[in-house]
């Protein structure tokens, strides 16, 4: 069970998306597990094969704990002497309640039901038997409408759509609010009486974003434009690329700095929640992509789908509160992290051009971070630079 967070100490496996046999590989998915954020996939992280399931269905599992045992690619080569012996179950997972991979997100796989072999043989016409092999149904676990209690090919498929009925209610987990609630807090108040943060704050004219904004979306269609939000977003990544003390970990004791930026994006959840998953590597994407990305990020998060990777390894975190009219903000940093960047609203303000007072696009943008990795130098180097870079947003 991976740790999905300062705030997080055990989740619910609610799903599993693969079973013994099946073949893996670095960023599957292969099981959903609920926590106070909701739905969580389950991303693997070796090459291989599912060797065992070793926990149950709705059964609440403590950070650290194995899900599944993994032949890995490595120990296939190597031969079975090279395989240590898999652990103990720690929870034995009856076989009848796994759920097969996805072939796509869109489809529902056909489940696989799997008992113990029945002692005497089953009743079924050719047809049932054809449709059972085909689709991986033990006859054993059906009930025939046929002749004399014979399993007829309408029996096969009602049972069929009985088991992905039931696999689909177990796939439209919900998001606990309360919970969520709870979690946050509690994470929010070990920031504050951890880390000792230091504020500062910068106003950015960005009359040259939204300039060229306009002309980049002129000949587009809405679901293809651009939005401040990304410009901001990537002007965060790049300038975080360039000062490590603002991107990374601390973690017992000393500070760790993060090989690549990957971006977290505060998103309200609609009844009160609050997530800010990972865009990963932002600083290198193009505009385009990170929107998309930012896109498919706030629609997967609010309908409560979201990757384990994509809540665990958030580097710095952005948060915009423009939309809701908020000027300027000062966000709480999100532990282990170490700072948290705020963007407010655009407003006109009054700014000097060339010697000349006239109306500007300008925006506030804030850094809250850990004293104990950087001061409020390097911070202020760290957003005049984020400013530096609106000012060209053909380069972003």
Not at 3 to 32: H, N, Y
Not at 244 to 251: E, H, K, S
Not at 280 to 295: I, N, S, V
Not at 326 to 333: N, P, T
Request: aromatic residues 4%.
């Amino acid at each position: 069970m991976p740790s999905l967070g300062a705030d997080m100490e055990a989740g619910t496996l609610v799903e599993w998306l693969v079973k013994p046999g099946d073949r893996v590989k670095r960023g599957d998915i292969v099981a959903v597990v609920e926590t106070q954020k909701g739905a969580i996939e389950i991303e693997i992280f070796e090459a291989g094969q599912i060797e065992r399931i070793l926990v149950a269905l709705d059964t609440k599992v403590p950070v650290g704990m194995p899900l599944a045992r993994i032949r890995t690619d490595e120990e296939v080569k190597g031969g079975a002497a090279a395989v240590a012996a898999p652990p103990p179950p720690i929870v034995p997972a009856p076989a009848v309640r796994e759920v097969p991979r996805p072939a796509a997100p869109a489809t529902l796989a056909r489940p696989t039901i799997v008992t113990a072999p029945s002692a005497r043989r089953v009743r079924a016409s050719p047809a049932a038997r054809r449709l059972a092999q085909t689709l991986g149904v033990d006859l054993g676990a059906t009930g025939g409408s046929g002749r004399g209690g014979a399993i007829v090919r309408a029996d096969v498929e009602r049972n069929l759509a009985g088991v992905a009925a039931a696999a689909e209610k177990r796939r439209s987990v919900g998001l606990d609010l309360d919970a969520m609630r709870a979690a946050i807090a509690a994470a929010m108040a070990r920031s504050k009486r951890e880390i000792p943060h230091y504020y500062l704050t910068h106003q950015v004219d960005v009359g040259t974003c939204e300039d060229w904004l306009a002309r980049t979306n002129a000949q587009r269609t809405p679901d293809k434009r651009l939005l401040l939000g990304a410009l901001t977003l990537k002007a965060v990544a790049l300038t975080a690329r360039r000062f490590p003390a603002v991107n990374g970990f601390y973690r017992d004791g000393q500070y760790e700095p993060a090989s690549a930026v990957h971006a977290g994006v505060a998103i309200a959840i609609r009844g009160g929640g609050l997530a800010a998953p990972a865009i990963h590597d932002a600083d290198q994407l193009a505009l385009d992509d990170l929107m998309a990305r930012m896109r498919d990020l706030v629609q997967r998060m609010r309908a409560g789908r979201i990757r384990s990777s994509e809540i665990a390894d958030a580097t710095i975190t952005v948060s915009s509160l423009g939309e809701r009219g908020v000027e300027a903000l000062y966000g709480v940093i999100y532990p282990p992290q170490v700072a948290i960047v705020g963007i407010g609203k655009v407003v006109e303000r009054p700014w000097v051009i060339d010697g000349a007072i006239g109306p500007r696009p300008v925006v506030t943008v804030t850094l809250a971070a850990d004293h104990r990795v950087s001061d409020g130098h390097a911070g202020a180097l760290f957003l005049t630079e984020i400013g530096k870079l609106l000012q060209e947003p053909e380069k972003l």
